[in-house]
């Protein structure tokens, strides 16, 4: 997947079998400059979180999602789920006692991750 960042000149792109993720910052176009990160391999497809904020990636070959932080610029975790993650945008909502959250449902399989997004 490619996005783009809502805080900078910048995309987010996923390199699906390097297991990387490249920031591209696209300010200057005649010399774009990319930084590199590794993630885990096999990245897919992903969504938004509530704030804009995270990226949450599926590496599906790894039954984890990558968490890519846009405004810092860095990948903020890697969570385990417990099934293979469906390569989706995912949903959000706010729950009442753990703030915001971002979940996904898993291929083949009923159960759903929940992960929470509070940056504090």
Request: charged content about 20%; proline content about 8%.
């Amino acid at each position: 997947s490619i996005v783009a960042s809502h805080f900078k000149p910048e995309w987010i792109v996923n390199i699906k079998e390097t297991g990387q993720v490249w920031l591209v910052d696209y300010s200057g176009p005649i010399n774009p400059t990319i930084k590199m990160m590794e993630a885990e391999r096999f990245l897919h497809d992903g969504g938004w979180d509530s704030t804009q904020r995270y990226f949450m990636v599926a590496a599906n070959q790894a039954i984890r999602v990558a968490v890519i932080d846009s405004l810092e610029g860095e990948l903020e975790a890697l969570v385990d789920t417990p099934a293979v993650p469906h390569p989706g945008r995912g949903a959000n909502w706010i729950d009442p006692e753990y703030g915001p959250v971002w979940s996904t449902s898993h291929l083949g399989d009923g159960t759903l991750i929940a992960i929470g997004t509070d940056p504090e």
